[in-house]
């Protein structure tokens, strides 16, 4: 079947929804199309301790403040996926799932959407599909010889099931601080980092890492370089759980190893640990393959931006993927700013 419609948005989580509710208060006619096929997006894919680094009432999209969640400050994975449940509700958002989008292409005029349910018609699409679903490996030499089990931070859900087993965690960010104080109390927990783990001062949460994004944004637009701010973007939130690891003298970081084996993991000076389970918490990369018929990618992989809009294509945004597509807005409190950017700019481009 064809369609057609003003703007198509690719995604269905809070990057989408931000969108939609943009388009929707400039009377845009608009689709959004989720691959998943509940509401939520990735967070209802989440491991089951993940907590937000802030409070509800700082943790909204636009329009609509999160609501508390009962006995926590910081909501969980749970908390989050009822509220964007309720949030396309609320503002009756055109959603349409389980959508599979195969590729966006240039037709006369018009962006052509093709999907595995038919083909859409627009002059203007936002890509809000979210990094989850793309997540990064390293190529650490022996990665393919181990034989225990290798998994990536999407597939991690909870600690009881490597219950008294050899775990390595990978990874000195949040998402690895996270799941390494998860496994700290069932488990033989090794958690091994880059470079020693920053923590931010224990009062310091989401808000501040969005106020520092947002300086370091403005500074840089400005042609400044003392983009100032409380914190890097890479230190680790100390949410009530990793504090209590951390304090208990559970989170105690290992220097990055140099290869794996057999059996476990190798250091460069010959040092070996044996290990049952690698956790890597290594990271996610924009997952963009659907605008690959648009070549819009240069040399290094990186599509080029002016705010949120290509530069390549300008009937092509690009919301929530980090800070070049707006600051901080692949967070929930940060990705409102851009996709009122972009609504706006669709609707210029429109007339």
């Known amino acids: 079947m064809t369609h057609s419609t003003q703007v198509v948005v690719i995604g269905g989580g809070q990057a989408g929804l931000a969108a939609g509710y943009h388009l929707r208060r400039l009377a845009i006619d608009f689709v959004i199309l989720d691959a998943q096929t509940e509401p939520g997006g990735a967070w209802q894919h989440a491991w089951d301790s993940l907590r937000l680094f802030s409070p509800a009432n700082y943790s909204s999209l636009p329009g609509r403040l999160m609501p508390r969640q009962a006995g926590e400050e910081y909501p ?11 949030y396309e509700k609320r503002y009756e958002l055109p959603l349409q799932r389980p959508v599979r989008v195969l590729g966006v292409h240039r037709d006369e005029g018009t962006l052509r959407v093709e999907t595995d349910s038919g083909t859409w018609h627009a002059r203007a699409v936002i890509s809000a599909t979210g990094t989850w679903w793309r997540p990064f490996l390293p190529a650490v030499p022996g990665r393919g010889d181990f034989g ?17 087993r050899r775990v390595i965690v990978v990874g000195g960010g949040n998402s690895g601080a996270q799941i390494a104080a998860d496994l700290a109390y069932d488990t033989h927990l090794t958690w091994v980092t880059q470079r020693p783990p920053r923590y931010l ?3 310091i949460d989401g808000r501040a890492l969005f106020d520092t994004a947002t300086a370091r944004r403005r500074a840089l637009d400005e042609g400044r370089t003392d983009t100032g701010g409380v914190a890097s973007l890479g230190d680790i939130v100390a949410v009530p759980p990793v504090r209590a690891a951390r304090d208990h003298g559970l989170l105690k970081a290992a220097p990055m190893f140099a290869r794996l084996v057999p059996d476990g993991v ?3 000076d010959g040092t070996r640990m044996e290990a049952d389970a690698i956790v890597w918490c290594t990271g996610f990369r924009p997952a963009l393959s659907h605008l690959a018929p ?3 990618r240069g040399r290094r992989g990186h599509i080029a931006t002016i705010g949120t809009q290509a530069m390549d294509e300008p009937r092509v945004h690009l919301l929530g993927y980090g800070d070049w597509t707006g600051p901080a807005s692949a967070t929930l409190i940060g990705v409102g700013r851009p996709a009122r950017e972009a609504a706006r700019g669709i ?5």
């Open 294 to 296: 648009l070549k819009l």
């Open 347 to 351: 609707a210029a481009l429109l007339g």
């Open 201 to 203: 001062a224990d009062d």
């Open 76 to 86: 969980d994975a749970a908390h989050v996926v009822e509220y964007l449940r309720d």
């Open 148 to 164: 225990g089990r290798q998994l990536h931070t999407v597939e991690y859900r909870r600690s009881l099931d490597f219950a008294d």
């Open 266 to 268: 190798e250091w460069s």
